[in-house]
């Protein structure tokens, strides 16, 4: 048993579970209660309820469109560096520093 549980009366943590588990059981009635309210809304509107979890907004259809071909992002970072030292290699070469 864990110490926070032997310093708490036995009557004590059951009336703490007690409330727990009413205000569970009336959170649960009130979404049943909103869901019931929703449902006769959409009866009202002459919605349909199934299944549609928006049926304002569809998902997008595919409208044949292909992503651009495009060259990896790190090939080309690669390419850039590579020719960054070249050029840094050539100066250094040209001041006969290195």
Do not use: V
């Not at 002459?46 to 071909?69: A, F, I, V, Y």
């Amino acid at each position: 048993m864990d110490r926070t549980e032997r310093k708490i009366p036995p009557e004590k943590r059951r009336r703490k579970f007690d409330e727990a588990q009413q205000f569970s059981e009336d959170r649960a009635q009130l979404l049943d209660t909103i869901r019931e309210m929703i449902d006769i809304e959409f009866e009202h509107r002459g919605l349909k309820t199934e299944k549609l979890p928006h049926p304002e907004s569809p998902p997008p259809e595919n409208r044949g469109r292909e992503p651009p071909d495009r060259r990896p992002f790190g090939r080309t970072l690669w390419q850039r560096i590579a020719n960054l030292s070249r050029a840094c290699l050539k100066r250094l070469k040209q001041t006969n520093i290195y």
